[in-house]
């Protein structure tokens, strides 16, 4: 790569990465405040009204660092890659502009309606406002999403006289048949951080012994949603991704699995390590056939490997595709499996007394970031060298009058401030946190839940 192509892909892996980190956290926290306000209406407890209010506050601060870190980036589609602006601009400039005009200003309006509290807006006014948000927030992210598919597999455009692409069907961009796969499996990952991070702090609170109550709800609410995220995330979702990467992005897929060689039948590596001079993989674990069968079905199925392909079709970066999908997929079955024990010790009435247990959940509340960054660096490190895969190469997008020496300047600029804002968020959020449930809000006064309620102790 060149030095400028080198720093402008990294100036925008770091920042985008840095986003996510928010935009996850605000989805998956969307659906659990309606959660919390539905359980509040139909329980009619104080306690899941406070719980919205309290995940309200940190959506809210996580929101608005989520704007500041996202605004860079869609400069950037100018500032670093014009050249791909200009080729590519007249289909993802639908996407982009409908997120942030309708999306975007939805979810922000209707959230300040949230911040102003139950007591004051009214309840219905209040459960109306958070479904208004969640949808606007997942309705976000769809846009969003629409444009990365549209790069993984494009559809309905056409080329134009100067070689430009044009929106040829909008019906088809939005329908793109790998959008839904892609946009399922990516919100129950956005739902498996919000639970995470909502059951972890739940169990903080029951081993630190204060907000009892309200860490046991945490933990009651979380661990349910958080173990249907996780299976979800391995099936369907997750098996028909997979698929969809083998179909139609087969040098990918077999950089993901660090296959070097066409096998019939083809063995699934659990564990080893990428060896680029030799094209193997040293001191391998391997299960035969196994994918085989996850790919095609049958056990006997043959799977080309990268060999098979010209060389400059590979990804650039094949151990750190591989590395990355293993990452995933190993945490995946992690969080099947803390959930699983998990749900087992709580329906079982002995999750609140296995302090071992309440450890194990609050340590692997930053595990789903990690995982995402990791599905993320898998689905577009493993796209190169496309930039709109088969028809449009990163290394042409970049912009022409930007020296590799503007984008290192504008690169450590960026690490400066988001260590700032990194470490600004962190604090208000221990703050939050420390706080805890009992922020002084005003809450509707319910009569006593019925025996049986999710927020009753026990």
């Given at each position: 790569?060149?030095?400028?192509?080198?720093?402008?892909?990294?100036?925008?892996?770091?920042?985008?990465?840095?986003?996510?980190?928010?935009?996850?956290?605000?989805?998956g926290l969307a659906f659990l405040i309606v959660l919390f306000g539905f359980?509040?209406?139909?329980?009619?407890?104080?306690?899941?009204?406070?719980?919205?209010?309290?995940?309200?506050?940190?959506?809210?601060?996580?929101?608005?660092?989520?704007?500041?870190?996202?605004?860079?980036?869609?400069?950037?589609?100018?500032?670093?890659?014009?050249?791909?602006?200009?080729?590519?601009?007249?289909?993802?400039?639908?996407?982009?502009?409908?997120?942030?005009?309708?999306?975007?200003?939805?979810?922000?309006?209707?959230?300040?309606?949230?911040?102003?509290?139950?007591?004051?807006?009214?309840?219905?006014?209040?459960?109306?406002?958070?479904?208004?948000?969640?949808?606007?927030?997942?309705?976000?992210?769809?846009?969003?999403?629409?444009?990365?598919?549209?790069?993984?597999?494009?559809?309905?455009?056409?080329?134009?006289?100067?070689?430009?692409?044009?929106?040829?069907?909008?019906?088809?961009?939005?329908?793109?048949?790998?959008?839904?796969?892609?946009?399922?499996?990516?919100?129950?990952?956005?739902?498996?951080?919000?639970?995470?991070?909502?059951?972890?702090?739940?169990?903080?609170?029951?081993?630190?012994?204060?907000?009892?109550?309200?860490?046991?709800?945490?933990?009651?609410?979380?661990?349910?949603?958080?173990?249907?995220?996780?299976?979800?995330?391995?099936?369907?979702?997750?098996?028909?991704?997979?698929?969809?990467?083998?179909?139609?992005?087969?040098?990918?897929?077999?950089?993901?699995?660090?296959?070097?060689?066409?096998?019939?039948?083809?063995?699934?590596?659990?564990?080893?390590?990428?060896?680029?001079?030799?094209?193997?993989?040293?001191?391998?674990?391997?299960?035969?056939?196994?994918?085989?069968?996850?790919?095609?079905?049958?056990?006997?199925?043959?799977?080309?490997?990268?060999?098979?392909?010209?060389?400059?079709?590979?990804p650039d970066l094949v151990p750190l595709v591989y590395y990355a999908y293993?990452?995933?997929?190993?945490?995946?079955?992690?969080?099947?499996?803390?959930?699983?024990?998990?749900?087992?010790?709580?329906?079982?009435?002995?999750?609140?007394?296995?302090?071992?247990m309440l450890w194990i959940v609050m340590l692997a509340t930053p595990f789903?970031?990690?995982?995402?960054?990791?599905?993320?660096?898998?689905?577009?490190?493993?796209?190169?060298?496309?930039?709109?895969?088969?028809?449009?190469?990163?290394?042409?997008?970049?912009?022409?009058?930007?020296?590799?020496?503007?984008?290192?300047?504008?690169?450590?600029?960026?690490?400066?401030?988001?260590?700032?804002?990194?470490?600004?968020?962190?604090?208000?959020?221990?703050?939050?946190?420390?706080?805890?449930?009992?922020?002084?809000?005003?809450?509707?006064?319910?009569?006593?839940?019925?025996?049986?309620?999710?927020?009753?102790?026990?």
């Amino acid at each position: 790569m060149t030095h400028a192509l080198t720093v402008d892909r990294l100036q925008f892996a770091t920042t985008i990465t840095f986003h996510y980190l928010f935009a996850q956290l605000t989805m998956g926290l969307a659906f659990l405040i309606v959660l919390f306000g539905f359980l509040g209406y139909r329980h009619r407890e104080e306690s899941y009204t406070r719980a919205a209010h309290f995940w309200t506050a940190i959506f809210a601060v996580t929101f608005a660092f989520g704007v500041a870190t996202g605004v860079p980036m869609e400069f950037q589609f100018g500032t670093n890659w014009a050249s791909f602006s200009q080729f590519a601009g007249g289909v993802i400039g639908q996407t982009l502009a409908l997120e942030g005009v309708f999306a975007f200003f939805l979810e922000s309006s209707f959230l300040g309606i949230m911040l102003a509290g139950e007591k004051r807006v009214g309840a219905r006014l209040f459960r109306a406002s958070a479904l208004i948000v969640f949808f606007a927030a997942w309705l976000s992210a769809y846009f969003i999403l629409a444009t990365n598919a549209w790069m993984q597999y494009p559809v309905g455009y056409r080329v134009a006289a100067d070689g430009t692409v044009q929106l040829d069907s909008f019906f088809r961009l939005l329908t793109n048949p790998w959008l839904l796969w892609q946009y399922t499996h990516n919100q129950c990952a956005a739902l498996a951080t919000g639970s995470f991070v909502v059951a972890g702090t739940g169990a903080y609170y029951v081993l630190a012994r204060k907000h009892l109550d309200q860490g046991r709800l945490f933990l009651r609410v979380g661990l349910i949603v958080a173990a249907t995220a996780s299976f979800l995330l391995l099936f369907p979702t997750g098996d028909r991704e997979s698929l969809q990467v083998w179909r139609h992005q087969p040098v990918k897929g077999a950089a993901m699995e660090g296959l070097f060689h066409t096998e019939q039948p083809a063995a699934i590596t659990i564990v080893g390590q990428p060896n680029m001079e030799t094209l193997t993989i040293d001191n391998p674990i391997k299960f035969p056939g196994l994918l085989s069968f996850l790919t095609y079905r049958r056990f006997d199925a043959e799977v080309r490997g990268l060999t098979s392909f010209p060389r400059d079709e590979w990804p650039d970066l094949v151990p750190l595709v591989y590395y990355a999908y293993h990452i995933m997929i190993t945490l995946g079955t992690i969080f099947i499996a803390i959930t699983f024990v998990a749900v087992l010790l709580l329906w079982r009435r002995r999750l609140f007394d296995s302090r071992w247990m309440l450890w194990i959940v609050m340590l692997a509340t930053p595990f789903p970031y990690i995982a995402t960054t990791a599905g993320w660096v898998t689905a577009d490190v493993g796209r190169q060298p496309w930039l709109v895969y088969g028809l449009f190469r990163t290394a042409d997008g970049l912009s022409p009058l930007v020296a590799s020496g503007n984008g290192w300047f504008t690169y450590l600029g960026f690490l400066g401030l988001y260590l700032l804002l990194g470490l600004a968020y962190i604090v208000l959020l221990l703050g939050l946190l420390g706080r805890g449930p009992q922020l002084g809000v005003e809450v509707p006064e319910y009569s006593q839940a019925p025996p049986g309620s999710i927020g009753e102790e026990r």
